[in-house]
């Protein structure tokens, strides 16, 4: 078996159980295969394994692979047509977005992540159309070009039931529409109405055709309450409990959604899937951002995560979800840069970044995050939302390799204080320029600026040349259909909040 010995000056193997990270000085990862065997002093396992093939050397710092715990497109809505807007008129306005191939759409956002040192993504795959076939086609066409590039994958299909439009039957809002929109609205929902029992289907059929893929595996998406029937979410915790597969839900992204939450249940969104067993610690809830104190408690009581949509809830407009109390419950937050940066792009350093400076309240004694619990939210609870927990996420024997090489004097240049910590410097100054080597399971798979695999020039041309064509007449009637459905969206949430 080849083994490779990754070398750095500074070696973050991951954070103690007080949260302090943990730094191995003039250290090495040996790795065979695509696990890790050994950690210790460079010299020592430089001696130990001669014939090792080494990378990485004298002003590098190593840290455990980045974690994207939520992300659903490629080119982003923006780049595709549609504007930013308050989460609720963001669905019609998405219509206006131009198609794009899954493969080049997948390989597109994949080279961003890659190169700011993301090695695993939570893939939520919001919307396929057409039948299971259809879906399970699209699925392999994602989860292909992760592979092809050399990046891993949690992926789900999000289940979704009803509701598809607004917060109200699909068929109440088609009814209310003027007769000239009602048939092509029909039309665009019906595109999206596969039953819950074939869409838990595709689950199973990807579980089982994945199953051998080192870099890839599945889990489960309910979508949002608003999305699931009783019986969707019935469905959902059954297929959680049988197969132990950990589940992914956006909940109380915005002020309407929890609204929904008490018009439909009369309490909290997250008190009301509770009585269908689904929080416990497989669960992850995306945004939170309008949970109450009791909501938080209860996800760390059961040991269930957050992940925080930092960019995400500014740029649609959600509200700000308080980091600070989840932190201070003990919730393991992960970080996800759901469908686009501040900068419009996938840049994971950039959002950590945001999340380390946008919840710093005022009063010299309010709490706000640290650089190292940023940096972990990246790293080990970003890894405990996929079903890669335990094996990604740190930097020791027996974990997947894993590994961001970073060049530390382009972080620094051309100067920095020696006395400041490794880990402020790293989540404060460090840009994607210097992110120098990327290791997924033992394979490198982005190094100096270059794709060990896809050639990303050739991908944007391919996508720059499509786009460049006409848009399509489909894609004109849903353009068409995304402006004549704004008034109706925005008028059903009159007086809701
Ligand atoms: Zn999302």
């Known amino acids: 078996m080849t083994a490779t010995l990754v070398v750095a000056d500074h070696v973050l193997t991951g954070f103690g159980p007080d949260g302090a990270p943990e730094i191995l000085e003039g250290g090495a990862l040996l790795v065979e295969g695509d696990t890790i065997a050994a950690v ?38 923006f780049q595709l047509g549609a504007r930013d807007q308050p989460l609720e008129l963001w ?142 979410l019935e469905g959902t915790a059954r297929a959680a409990e049988a197969t132990g597969a950990p589940v992914h839900m956006h909940l109380l992204e915005t002020p309407y959604q929890k609204e929904y939450a008490q018009r439909r249940t009369g309490g909290t969104a997250l008190a009301f899937v509770d009585r269908f067993g689904l929080v416990n610690d497989r669960l992850t809830i995306g945004h939170g951002v309008w949970m109450t104190p009791d909501d938080v408690a209860m996800l760390a009581e059961r040991g269930g995560c957050l992940c925080h949509n930092c960019s995400s809830n500014l740029r649609l407009k959600s509200g700000t979800a308080d980091l600070n109390a989840y932190l201070a419950a003990g919730v393991p937050v992960a970080l996800g840069i759901d469908e686009a940066g501040i900068n419009d792009d996938r840049d994971m350093l950039q959002e950590m970044r945001l999340a380390l400076t946008l919840h710093r309240p005022a009063g010299h004694d309010a709490p706000c995050p640290t650089a190292a619990q940023i940096l972990r939210m990246a790293t080990e609870h970003g890894a405990a939302t996929t079903p890669f927990a335990g094996r990604i996420g740190r930097l020791a024997p027996g974990m997947l390799a894993d590994v961001v090489l970073l060049d530390w004097p382009a972080v620094t240049w051309p100067w920095q204080d020696p006395s400041m910590p490794l880990v402020d410097v790293l989540v404060r100054r460090a840009k994607a320029g210097a992110v120098e080597t990327v290791m997924v399971g033992g394979a490198v798979a982005y190094r100096q600026g270059a794709f060990a695999k896809v050639d990303r020039q050739a991908v944007l041309a391919e996508i720059a040349g499509t786009l460049a064509q006409p848009g399509s007449a489909a894609e004109a009637e849903r353009r068409r259909l995304a402006g004549a459905l704004m008034g109706p969206v925005r008028d059903f949430y009159r007086g809701w909040v």
Not at 63 to 74: D, E, F, K, M, T
Not at 167 to 181: K, M
């Open 40 to 77: 210790g002093p460079a010299e020592a396992l430089r001696r130990a394994h001669p014939e090792a093939h080494q990378i990485g050397g004298r002003g590098r710092v190593a840290i455990p692979g980045l974690v994207n715990a939520h992300h659903h497109v490629g080119l982003t809505p």
């Open 91 to 232: 669905f019609p306005e998405r219509l206006a977005m131009r198609d794009v191939d899954p493969r080049l759409d997948t390989l597109y956002s994949a080279f961003e992540m890659l190169a700011s040192g993301v090695t695993t993504v939570q893939h939520l795959h919001s919307r396929a159309p057409g039948d299971a076939d259809a879906v399970v086609a699209r699925a392999d066409a994602v989860l292909g070009a992760y592979t092809e590039v050399g990046m891993r994958a949690s992926y789900s299909f999000a289940l979704r039931d009803q509701n598809r439009m607004i917060y109200a039957a699909d068929e109440a809002f088609v009814a209310s529409l003027p007769a000239a929109l009602q048939g092509p609205t029909a039309a665009y929902l019906d595109a999206f109405a596969l039953p819950l029992d074939e869409q838990i289907g595709v689950f199973h059929t990807l579980r089982a055709r994945y199953g051998a893929e080192p870099l890839v595996a599945i889990q489960l998406a309910p979508s949002n309450l608003h999305w699931l029937s009783d019986a969707a």
